[in-house]
Nanobody, 118 residues
């Protein structure tokens, strides 16, 4: 079965960096686009980044220039390098798998909490 397991969250000061990872299993990872999505406390889901099968990336304006998504298809792993973190980046970060053809995200991990605070 499909499994997505995020790791790497934690407490970081404003201006700091964190690197999130998502270990994928149960499907042919290299064949699917993958996403990072976040949910800040008390708010809805916010798309953060798309990582295409070949590594091309897209970002929300709120993180563009600060976050970098990547994937290692040999290791079935997705990453999100987060730099210049701000308090408004505080959220639970999820990785999600693409459902081809309709733009939906059909499998999600349980998330990892990132807290940006001094």
């Amino acid at each position: 079965q499909v499994q997505l397991v995020e790791s790497g969250g934690g407490l970081v000061q404003p201006g700091g960096s964190l690197r999130l990872s998502c270990a994928a299993s149960g499907f042919t990872f290299s064949s699917y686009w993958m996403f990072w999505v976040r949910q800040a406390p008390g708010k809805g889901l916010e798309w953060v980044s798309t990582i295409e099968t070949g590594g091309d990336t897209r970002y929300a304006d709120s993180v563009k220039g600060r976050f970098a998504g990547s994937r290692d298809n040999a290791k079935n792993t997705l990453h999100l390098q987060m730099n210049s973190l701000k308090s408004e980046d505080t959220a639970v970060y999820y990785c999600a798998k693409d459902h081809p053809g309709d733009g939906a995200m059909d499998y999600w991990g349980k998330g990892t909490l990132v807290t940006v605070s001094s």
